[in-house]
């Protein structure tokens, strides 16, 4: 057995013995974690910037843009290293959270086509001739 699996029966036998209402946490499909916060339970699993059913149901609402409201958290590479930023309620300024477990495959997939996607950005920027 994986360790996340075996983490993740340790997780369902603690909130079965406890009595809350089994139908409101659901575990992920394939067993992971949330790639933000590292939960195995949640209510709803919430697409990301990892995939689908990469963030729990907390983190996937910040993350969604809805409206007016503005997205809260994001995941970005500064200087090749993968980080989770977040904003400040106050001030809607930007700050690093914590860096992303690159052990996780979905994050490390993820840096793999956002490198793939700015060097595409980079090839097709206009290229000024000083003469």
């Avoid at 590479?77 to 809607?92: G, I």
Wanted: hydrophobic share 30%; proline share 3%; aromatic share 10%.
């Amino acid at each position: 057995m994986q360790l996340d699996a075996i983490v993740g029966k340790i997780v369902q036998a603690y909130y079965n013995s406890k009595s809350c209402d089994k139908k409101s946490l659901t575990m992920s499909r394939h067993k992971l974690p949330c790639t933000r916060c590292g939960v195995y339970l949640s209510s709803a699993w919430r697409p990301g910037p990892c995939g689908t059913s990469s963030l729990c149901n907390a983190c996937g609402v910040m993350y969604m843009v809805r409206g007016e409201r503005p997205r809260m958290i994001d995941m970005v590479l500064v200087e090749d290293k993968c980080v989770w930023t977040e904003r400040r309620q106050d001030t809607y300024q930007w700050h690093e959270y914590k860096e992303a477990d690159i052990k996780d495959k979905r994050v490390s997939l993820w840096i793999q086509q956002e490198k793939e996607r700015q060097g595409y950005v980079e090839s097709k920027k206009r290229k000024f001739i000083s003469l």
